[in-house]
């Protein structure tokens, strides 16, 4: 069946180059409808002027009807920041936590099963160490009053003290607000396991986790978020967009990944002595695979939870459409794009693909129209391939694609908004301002997540180690750093040389 579908390569690149020409031309086309029918609203409205008394008539008409079918405001429920607000603030925080779970098993099912305990446990640790490093320090540093570079006062917070009540007088909301940001941090940190997984210290990752919830995050967070709560950080005020995170969760997270791989160095086996890519497969598609759609399921909660809002600003349902299209979009891109690279459609590329496309429409899930978030996901879904190949050009080793999936296509989805944006992208409104806007932002999130992520991950390294040794490596950090296995040892199968079973 594979065969009698298979072309020489050239023309899938047609096919391919045709299918993103359809999708990038029918949003413009729309758009450009769209225009002639508003100039035209107006010319048929002249033809037809009303009279001054019909005119007042229906004004008023319409103002009783307003008056009618407006809810009426309940004070601390349904006011903006009210408690209704809370309520789906923490059913969307709900929501994201699950994807702890999906990112435990996507890093779980693409490695090896003698390592499925260890990605367990930084799995947990990331939560467990996020949850209270946020809560004591980093929520401060990211929204608290700013002295220009971060926070400086919520520190331990308490969403009911005189402090917190000063910003958003209803608590509920303000423990709401708590609680979603934390499991955002959480998210930022657990990027880092897949990343370095198989060889690295169980002891020097929890110091890591540490430094990265309480400093790395929350200060580039305040740059850019730090307005949600108290005030603008420097980085919004130069009109910097990224409305649920591309560059200031998933980026951040993928700039310390890769400073951690580089650090670490590739695991053993990966490349041959003449340089070639050996793959280690994962040991579960099908646990890689239920966690993508977990991941998916939750990033509705990541993106449309952003709001904190049932009512105002952008709507909630629009932006589950949005990262819906571009989550489905990414997956036929990385399909597409395996299939030509490698002759055959690779799962876990393409599930790769579903992930890459949520990621690029994090930053505009509330400013980009359906088709350019559909756009904007295919693109995020062939750029993983292409990264994660380029990656492995260059010997560093990612054994889940995590630097590709939120490093690379965060910066790709950041970079969307000033291209694709609805009013001020640079193709709908021809003008580059938003596009810089975006930039500094981009260059600015990798210059301080990977710089100050290297010096980390090397002081680690120099102090109390970095990676295992050869032999706990070989054979498997579940049995060396945890005293089991994830499953009974006679399924561990593989040999000493791969899967590390101890004989």
């Known amino acids: 069946m594979v065969s009698s579908l298979s072309l020489p390569n050239r023309a899938w690149f047609a096919v391919l180059a045709i299918a993103l020409g359809l999708m990038v031309s029918y949003p413009l086309s729309a758009q450009d409808a769209g225009t002639e029918a508003s100039a035209e609203a107006p010319m048929a409205e002249a033809e037809a002027p009303m009279e001054e008394g019909d005119l007042k008539a229906e004004e008023n008409a319409k103002g009783v009807d307003a008056e009618a079918n407006e809810a009426p405001t309940v004070p601390g429920i349904t006011e903006p920041g009210g408690d209704l607000d809370a309520l789906w603030t923490c059913l969307a925080a709900f929501l994201v936590f699950f994807m702890q779970a999906g990112f435990a098993l996507v890093e779980a099912g693409f490695t090896r099963a003698k390592n499925a305990c260890n990605i367990i446990m930084k799995n947990l640790m990331d939560f467990a160490i996020g949850s209270l490093g946020f809560w004591l320090v980093g929520f401060g540093l990211m929204f608290g009053t700013t002295n220009g570079l971060f926070g400086t006062d919520q520190f331990m917070f308490d969403g009911a003290s005189p402090e917190a009540l000063a910003v958003k007088p209803n608590p509920t909301f303000n423990w709401a607000f708590l609680i979603f940001q934390t499991v955002f941090c959480a998210t930022a940190a657990t990027i880092v396991s897949g990343a370095m997984a198989e060889r690295t210290k169980f002891s020097a990752y929890l110091v890591y986790s540490v430094l990265i919830t309480c400093i790395v995050y929350p200060i580039f967070g305040s740059w850019a978020w730090g ?130 496309g949520l990621v690029s429409i994090t930053a505009g899930c509330d400013c980009l129209s359906p088709q350019w978030a559909a756009v904007a996901g295919l693109v995020g879904g062939v750029i993983v391939v292409l990264s994660c190949v380029m990656f492995d050009k260059l010997k560093i080793d990612d054994p889940v694609g995590a630097v590709s999936v939120h490093g690379v296509c965060g910066a790709w989805g950041t970079l969307a908004v000033g291209l694709f944006m609805n009013e001020s992208g640079l193709v709908n409104s021809g003008d580059p301002t938003q596009l810089f806007a975006q930039l500094i932002g981009i260059v600015t999130a990798f210059i301080w997540a990977f710089t100050l992520s290297m010096i980390i991950f090397n002081v680690i390294k120099f102090t109390m180690g970095l990676r295992v040794t050869a032999e706990e490596e070989m054979q498997g950090l579940d049995i060396h750093e945890h005293g089991m296995y994830a499953y009974p040892a006679h399924l561990v199968t593989e040999g000493t040389s791969q899967a590390g079973h101890v004989s």
């Open 227 to 356: 307005g949600l709560y108290t005030k603008n950080g420097w980085l919004a005020d130069k009109g910097f967009l990224d409305y649920a995170g591309s560059t200031v969760v998933h980026s951040i997270g993928g700039w310390c990944a890769l400073a951690g791989a580089i650090t670490i160095g590739p695991r053993i086996g990966k490349y041959t002595a003449d340089g070639k890519v050996k793959p280690i497969p994962g040991h579960s598609i099908p646990l890689g695979a239920l966690g993508v759609f977990i991941l998916w399921l939750g990033w509705f909660g990541f993106n449309a939870g952003s709001t904190t809002a049932i009512t105002g600003g952008a709507p909630f349902a629009y932006i589950c459409i949005t990262t819906n299209l571009a989550a489905a979009s990414g997956v036929v891109g990385a399909l597409i794009a395996s299939w030509i690279m490698f002759g055959k459609p690779d799962t876990s590329f393409t599930l790769n693909g579903a992930l890459a």
